[in-house]
């Protein structure tokens, strides 16, 4: 949280007496100079109780107050790092553990407390300074209203009853819950995820019990919702609205399991727009990650328990690539560097079988790293991050010479990819394809700069966005990738759809010219280029067509469920004219004879998994879902 700006060295208000004179005040305490001149020093409102502490008009003095409480913090909170040095070994960090027992729930709530009574000495300190006569509604500010009331887009509907599912069907949801989307980001155990369900189910949930269990139903529901608004919608709502009663509750500064509370909500917000900002939510859970220090590994000296310290790193890893991906998504900036942190790699979770049905167990337990779902999607994100910081967090002088510093980038994601295994799911196999295709058309062209590709990088941005229509259409068409795709998806089609649009109104001769250019010269150390796919003339165009109809029907599609952006009608109208050309200029380029051979460059290509459409229109024929 950065500190509010303020200048102002002038009283926030005058006192009643020079208001109603309009003559100037200067705030001094107990009276001003203007009453006490005039005798009047016992009528002056400064020296009665409509200013009470915290509302000091004298500026200064408003400082030193502040001033003071934070050192009391500071002095309080070096000797709860000296208590936790000595017993950190011991902490636990499940639901179910010690985090109930007296001594630790008093350092928690003192903490707790500290936090909500510091963001009130700042909205108390930013608006003494700007404004008049101010009453402070702020006393009533929490950290946990204050993340909610930061993050929300439309305020959550409150309901009267708070019934769940039946014990049956909320225990298949968990089970979804786990294997699709806690198998990218395995913030909790198996055990932790049961144990509070098992709460729950045994009416007598504590409140982090309710919220855990409440928002892995409410991801599940959502991510199972084909529509805004369908059944699973609704419900996803009234279970995310129910845990969210207990926010002040769970969301706490501090502690581990309040983090991994904010975590559940960043993964509902991706699922549900309407209602809540991604991108702040991840920042708030990166703020409160560093300040618990799990970013860090602990000292060499201190004894740590080693399955809450691959808990932690588990959690930060899952903190680093939800920051990743959502910034990625939004352009935006990371919230943390990757210099800034220092944590090995955790070892892939092993969890325990279903606690209701063994049949039920999934096969997550013989997974290595080489197949772990979570693990692919790290290694993604850690090979993003490295470009990513260069070209959006750095100065653009890379962005001069885009060969020489972005084919290394560009061969290292795509001899990854290669190097999945054959028993990697289909569905992250479409995730992971969709998220390099996109992450390769944001490194050859970043928005916002200014166009210095040549023919060769051209071409590359046109095969890659014919990838990434493919990849995405496929998670969109099929009932089980369906369930992997969130609000950012379509974010990421639009940034696609946009850069092509651009690239063939721009150069049309991408979708036409059979010759393929040749690579730029480049030095005798530097990576070679990645290739170009083989197509013929016919290819090219069809290519070009299919790959702009279905980028719109994955906007039709994930629209309908997450919201159209304000960018797509825009998009849709440009997407419209480029079709129309496209199918004009293929009509009068049939009516020529081709004789120019087509060459072949070979290089690192983008593996193929999705079946290949034989005419222009196969993605308007009902390969999406309704």
């Not at 000296?301 to 588990?314: A, G, W, Y």
């Not at 790699?345 to 049905?357: A, E, G, K, W």
């Not at 696609?496 to 109104?505: D, K, P, Y």
Request: some cysteine; overall charge neutral; aromatic content about 8%.
């Amino acid at each position: 949280m950065e500190a509010p700006l303020l200048r102002v060295s002038r009283p926030v208000s005058a006192c009643s007496r020079c208001r109603n004179a309009k003559t100037k005040c200067d705030g001094k305490l107990p009276a001003c100079t203007a009453c006490e001149r005039s005798n009047r020093a016992a009528e002056c409102s400064s020296a009665n109780d409509q200013f009470a502490k915290g509302k000091e008009r004298s500026y200064v003095a408003s400082l030193e107050t502040r001033v003071e409480r934070l050192e009391k913090q500071l002095a309080q909170a070096r000797h709860r790092k000296n208590l936790t040095t000595m017993d950190i070994g011991s902490q636990n960090l499940l639901p179910s553990s010690n985090l109930t027992s007296g001594g630790r729930r008093r350092v928690q709530r003192k903490e707790a407390s500290d936090v909500d009574e510091l963001v009130s000495d700042f909205g108390y300190l930013s608006v003494n300074a700007t404004a008049r006569d101010f009453h402070g509604f702020t006393k009533e500010m929490s950290f946990a209203r204050l993340v909610l009331s930061t993050s929300s887009v439309e305020t959550m509907p409150r309901y009267s009853s708070n019934t769940l599912y039946s014990r049956e069907h909320a225990r298949t949801l968990v089970q979804q819950c786990l294997d699709e989307v806690l198998s990218l980001y395995p913030i909790f155990t198996d055990t932790a995820v049961y144990g509070s369900f098992e709460a729950v189910s045994q009416r007598a949930p504590t409140p982090l019990h309710w919220w855990n269990t409440c928002m892995i139903l409410a991801i599940a529901l959502a991510s199972r919702s084909q529509v805004k608004d369908d059944a699973l919608y609704r419900d996803a709502v009234r279970h995310a609205s129910s845990a969210l009663e207990h926010a002040e509750s769970v969301l706490q500064p501090g502690s581990v399991a309040g983090l991994q509370a904010i975590l559940l909500l960043v993964i509902y917000s991706m699922l549900d727009p309407s209602h809540f900002k991604s991108w702040y939510l991840i920042g708030v859970a990166s703020r409160v990650m560093v300040d618990i220090g799990i970013h860090q590994e602990p000292a060499e000296d201190l004894r740590v328990n080693k399955s809450q310290l691959m808990l932690k790193r588990r959690i930060f890893y899952c903190v680093y690539t939800l920051d990743r991906a959502i910034s990625i998504a939004n352009v935006r900036p990371f919230s943390f560097s990757d210099d800034s942190a220092n944590v090995d790699p955790p070892v892939s979770p092993i969890p325990s079988r279903s606690l209701f049905d063994p049949s039920m167990s999934t096969n997550r337990q013989a997974l290595t790293d080489s197949t772990d779902p979570s693990a692919q999607l790290l290694k993604l994100r850690q090979i993003q991050s490295s470009w990513y910081q260069t070209v959006f967090q750095s100065n653009h002088e890379s962005l001069m010479e885009p060969w020489q510093s972005r084919c290394s980038a560009l061969n290292e994601m795509y001899r990854w990819i290669a190097t999945l295994s054959s028993s990697t799911p289909t569905a992250v196999k479409h995730l992971l394809i969709s998220e390099l295709a996109f992450s390769s058309i944001l490194l050859l062209r970043p928005p916002g700069t200014p166009n210095s590709l040549c023919s060769y990088g051209k071409a590359l941005l046109f095969d890659y966005a014919v990838k990434f229509a493919e990849a995405t259409f496929n998670m969109c068409s099929l009932s089980h990738s369906y369930n992997y795709c969130t609000s950012h998806d379509i974010l990421r089609t639009l940034l696609v759809g946009e850069a092509l649009i651009h690239l063939l109104q721009e150069s049309p001769a991408i979708a036409f010219n059979v010759t393929p250019p040749n690579p730029p010269p480049l030095p005798t150390e530097s990576v070679a280029p990645p290739g170009l796919q083989r197509r013929d003339f016919r290819e090219h165009v069809d290519d070009a067509i299919n790959t702009i109809t279905r980028l719109d029907q994955i906007v039709q599609t994930l629209g309908c469920r997450f919201g159209f952006p304000p960018s797509c009608k825009k998009y849709h109208y440009d997407s419209t004219t480029t079709l129309q050309t496209l199918y004009t200029r293929r009509q009068q380029q049939e009516m020529q004879v081709l004789t120019q051979p087509q060459g072949v460059y070979t290089g690192p290509t983008l593996p193929s998994i999705v079946p290949s459409y034989p005419d222009a229109h196969g993605a308007a024929r009902g390969y999406l879902p309704s």
